[in-house]
């Protein structure tokens, strides 16, 4: 559940960017902190691990409303792509409200996919949460390379992959131009702000 903070009168929510390596976690949010350096009162922070990073920034969201008066404020984070960095994925998933998986569409990645979700699974029950019952959207990314003759899934084979039966909403984007990166975005605040006014 969020951090609430009685004394700013402020509900602090966490959302994690998760997916395999290279599936575009940061240029996510690298798009976001450009397009909205003004709701962003910190800085992007980025850790490095050994040829990966984790990012983190504040967002604060529009037109979203308050819950019982407090506003809002939104901690998006990114975790390190590589099975080896799976300790810092873990310790990043701590108290997580909600998770954006991007899915990297290119065929070749097909497998990486499959694993990563399974270790996104794995890493929500170690701090006793479930998959099946926290706000989760797949962003199916890097859709833009279809167009330039690179082989990438159909949107249905990356459904039937990993979407059967988790059934929860799925966007095609491409981070690299920005396409359908905001509405993931913000697809993901709605459902966690619904999850919130349930558990108020």
Same mark, same amino acid.
Do not use: W
């Given at each position: 559940?969020?951090?609430?903070?009685m004394?700013?009168?402020?509900?602090?929510? #966490? $959302?994690?960017? +998760?997916g395999?390596?290279?599936?575009?976690? !940061?240029?996510?949010?690298?798009?976001? &902190?450009?397009?909205? %350096?003004?709701?962003?009162?910190?800085?992007?922070?980025?850790?490095?691990?050994?040829?990966?990073?984790?990012?983190?920034?504040?967002?604060?969201?529009?037109?979203?409303? #308050? $819950?019982?008066? +407090?506003?809002?404020?939104?901690?998006?984070? !990114?975790?390190?792509?590589?099975?080896? &960095?799976?300790?810092? %994925?873990?310790?990043?998933?701590?108290?997580?409200?909600?998770?954006?998986?991007?899915?990297?569409?290119?065929?070749?990645?097909?497998?990486?996919?499959?694993?990563?979700? #399974?270790?996104?699974?794995?890493?929500?029950?170690?701090?006793?949460?479930?998959?099946?019952?926290?706000?989760?959207?797949?962003?199916?990314?890097?859709?833009?390379?279809?167009?330039?003759?690179?082989?990438?899934?159909?949107?249905?084979?990356?459904?039937?992959?990993?979407n059967?039966?988790?059934?929860?909403?799925?966007?095609?984007?491409?981070?690299?131009?920005?396409?359908?990166?905001?509405?993931?975005?913000?697809?993901?605040?709605?459902?966690?702000?619904?999850s919130?006014?349930?558990?108020?």
């Amino acid at each position: 559940m969020a951090f609430i903070n009685m004394k700013n009168k402020e509900v602090q929510a #966490k $959302i994690v960017y +998760y997916g395999p390596g290279r599936c575009g976690k !940061t240029t996510n949010l690298e798009y976001i &902190y450009q397009q909205f %350096r003004e709701r962003i009162p910190s800085e992007m922070v980025s850790i490095k691990t050994h040829g990966d990073r984790t990012l983190f920034f504040d967002f604060l969201p529009f037109d979203v409303g #308050k $819950i019982k008066g +407090y506003s809002i404020r939104m901690q998006l984070y !990114t975790v390190p792509g590589q099975i080896k &960095y799976d300790a810092t %994925r873990r310790l990043v998933l701590k108290g997580v409200d909600a998770v954006v998986f991007v899915a990297d569409s290119l065929t070749v990645q097909r497998e990486q996919n499959l694993i990563s979700l #399974k270790n996104l699974q794995d890493n929500l029950a170690a701090h006793k949460k479930d998959i099946y019952h926290i706000p989760l959207i797949i962003q199916y990314n890097k859709r833009d390379l279809e167009n330039q003759g690179i082989p990438v899934m159909s949107i249905e084979m990356m459904e039937n992959d990993l979407n059967e039966k988790l059934k929860v909403p799925s966007i095609p984007a491409s981070a690299l131009k920005g396409n359908n990166v905001v509405v993931t975005l913000k697809k993901i605040i709605s459902m966690t702000m619904a999850s919130f006014q349930k558990g108020l």
